[in-house]
């Protein structure tokens, strides 16, 4: 089994910072790509960012420049750093990672945490 923990959502005023984190642990042979998304009231889930075991990123458009993903490949850690925050960031953050389990298989899953909260408001 794999579990991802995050943390550090909140509340925060426009134009603010959070760092979001997430643990990975559990029967980890490897993560290849780590990411977030986001999942407002009424709209879909979308990505925010992601980062792949290189270290290669990917970012939505509406967070560029602003929101900034890094991962410890070492201690199976991502973190997502929301500077500049605004009320349409408001939405509820996943940590999403692909894992290849311990097992007579290397197969990627693809596993997702239990969400935070971030609410942007004055």
């Known amino acids: 089994q794999v579990q991802l923990v995050e943390s550090g959502g909140g509340l925060v005023q426009p134009g603010g910072s959070l760092r979001l984190s997430c643990a990975a642990s559990?029967?980890?042979?490897?993560?290849?790509?780590m990411g977030w998304y986001r999942q407002a009231p009424g709209k879909e889930r979308e990505l925010v960012a992601s980062?792949?075991?290189?270290?290669?990123?990917n970012y939505a458009d509406s967070v560029k420049g602003r929101f900034t993903i890094s991962r410890d490949n070492a201690d199976n850690t991502v973190y997502l750093q929301m500077n500049n925050l605004k009320p349409e960031d408001t939405a509820v953050y996943y940590c999403?990672?692909?894992?290849?389990?311990?097992?007579?298989?290397?197969?990627?899953?693809?596993?997702w945490g239990q969400g935070t909260q971030v609410t942007v408001s004055s």
């Open positions: 999403n990672a692909e894992v290849v389990p311990w097992g007579p298989a290397f197969k990627t899953y693809r596993y």
């Open positions: 559990g029967s980890i042979r490897t993560i290849s790509a």
């Open positions: 980062v792949t075991s290189g270290s290669a990123t």
